[in-house]
């Protein structure tokens, strides 16, 4: 009888730590930092967002020094770093390592839509060594969980429907000046492998081994990246478009699905494609289903401002509300997320944390 006592008390325990276990929903967030960041805050910040159910960050910045100093506080309050690093948007580097658009003008000298869309040629080999140093440097780092991706594709040549009046755009069709990349190394290699002299094509946009090969592209340049993090005993994650099929793949030429990466942050901003808070289940159920051996973290856009969100016109200052939180937290994740991640937790206000709260319930 006692030992029958022991082993129902044995079996009760298991099941609380299993339904437990699975009661738990991991958030985690973006934030950037900089030289003149107040350390002693950010150390109080990562406590407060530990204790809103945060189990790990993902900060910007790409100074060792600095990435070494917010890893170590992170790890001081229990939480994962992710060591956010743009990868594609450089100003300052040889004019023949910027990608080419369609137009024949080179990314440094006629970026896209804003001045720093100055975006390198993912094909080009010293493209390849700057990132893959770089990486593995930021890996070497002991307090770094995750290196994080981030740009890691070309510019956007089709923009999300909601920022076509911001710039001034209708893009029903790609946009030449942000078609990229048509320099002679690119254009020559893919005539090589498919006997198409894409300059000579009336409309690039309709051949699907031209829009293959750029994906191709990116995804060789994120799997050198993962094999030089993972032999400094690391992880990657990466931050993505939407789908991919539906919108990354040929939005910003991200095939992610195929990529060796650890951990995947789908930027399901809602907003930005003018959907409601139900789209972010949606689409990350599309995600979960292009990975299922991968965690998928669905990332929300949040808007500070958001009892005058009427007012807002520019998608980038909007987001979900207090009252779309349980929306789009309940949507991903059962559609499978592994988990959310907030953009920002500076934008989150009292009303979000305590629907956050909610939530995660």
């Not at 150390?43 to 917010?70: H, M, T």
């Not at 170590?72 to 992710?82: D, M, S």
């Not at 969100?309 to 349980?326: A, F, M, R, Y």
């Amino acid at each position: 009888m006692r030992k029958l006592t022991l082993s129902l008390l044995a079996a009760v325990a298991l099941l609380c730590a299993c339904t437990s276990q699975k009661a738990t929903f991991p958030v985690y967030a973006w934030q950037g930092i900089n030289e003149n960041t107040d350390f002693d805050k950010l150390q109080q910040d990562f406590r407060y967002w530990k204790s809103q159910g945060l189990v790990g960050v993902c900060i910007e910045n790409s100074n060792p020094e600095l990435v070494a100093k917010a890893s170590a506080l992170a790890h001081a309050e229990g939480l994962e770093y992710h060591a956010w690093i743009p990868c594609m948007l450089r100003g300052d580097k040889p004019h023949d390592w910027y990608a080419v658009n369609r137009l024949g003008q080179p990314a440094d000298e006629y970026p896209a839509y804003v001045p720093y869309y100055k975006a390198l040629d993912p094909r080009n080999p010293n493209v390849h060594k700057l990132l893959v140093d770089q990486m593995t440097e930021i890996a070497q780092i002991p307090d770094v969980d995750y290196v994080q991706l981030d740009y890691i594709r070309y510019p956007d040549v089709i923009l999300s429907r909601g920022l076509w009046d911001k710039y001034g755009l209708v893009m029903d069709e790609e946009y030449a000046p942000a078609d990229y990349c048509y320099c002679d190394d690119c254009v020559a290699a893919f005539k090589e492998l498919t006997g198409i002299d894409i300059k000579a094509v009336e409309d690039p946009s309709k051949v699907k081994e031209w829009a293959q090969f750029r994906c191709d592209q990116v995804t060789a340049l994120v799997n050198e990246i993962c094999a030089a993090v993972h032999a400094q005993g690391k992880k990657v994650s990466a931050d993505v478009f939407p789908g991919p099929k539906s919108h990354a793949y040929w939005m910003v030429r991200q095939e992610w699905n195929k990529w060796d990466v650890d951990m995947i942050f789908p930027m399901n901003y809602n907003d930005f494609y003018l959907q409601p808070a139900e789209w972010v289940g949606e689409v990350t159920a599309e995600e979960v289903q292009s990975v299922p051996d991968k965690p998928v973290i669905s990332g929300l856009f949040i808007c500070r401002e958001w009892k005058r969100k009427v007012e807002l016109e520019d998608p980038e200052q909007s987001g979900l509300i207090p009252d779309e939180i349980p929306v789009a937290v309940n949507g991903a994740r059962a559609a499978g997320a592994a988990g959310i991640c907030l953009f920002t937790p500076g934008s989150m206000t009292p009303e979000h944390w305590a629907a956050l709260a909610k939530a995660l319930k």
